[in-house]
């Protein structure tokens, strides 16, 4: 069944930075829209960026300027390319997905296992 693989998370010093992939694997017809969400502990899961299929992209307020959402169509593949990076950043990050199965199917949400970002001097 199709499987949302996150990587790239790691520990990394504040203003510094990191590039998080996310590539679908299975078998795919086609991925829909992509994003990125986090989850810090104690707090509610919150989106970070979401891609459309078209490229079309939407921010949170608190990373606009400083993260950028990319994709790569041919590998089913999103990134997040983190800069910047705070602190109040760290969290476990998820890849979200909607895909279809075939082209008259319905589309379905998977997430991945997610990935720590750990921002600390």
């Known amino acids: 069944q199709v499987q949302l693989v996150e990587s790239g998370g790691g520990l990394v010093q504040p203003g510094g930075s990191l590039r998080l992939s996310c590539a679908a694997s299975?078998?795919?017809?086609?991925?829909?829209?992509m994003g990125w969400y986090r989850q810090a502990p104690g707090k509610e899961r919150e989106l970070v960026a979401r891609i459309t299929s078209g490229g079309v992209t939407n921010y949170a307020d608190s990373v606009k300027g400083r993260f950028t959402i990319s994709r790569d169509n041919a590998k089913n593949t999103v990134y997040l390319q983190m800069n910047s990076l705070k602190p109040e950043d760290t969290a476990v990050y998820y890849c979200?997905?909607?895909?279809?199965?075939?082209?008259?199917?319905?589309?379905?949400?998977?997430w991945g296992q997610g990935t720590q970002v750990t921002v600390s001097a």
């Open positions: 979200n997905a909607y895909v279809l199965y075939s082209s008259g199917g319905r589309s379905f949400n998977v």
């Open positions: 299975g078998r795919i017809f086609s991925v829909n829209s």
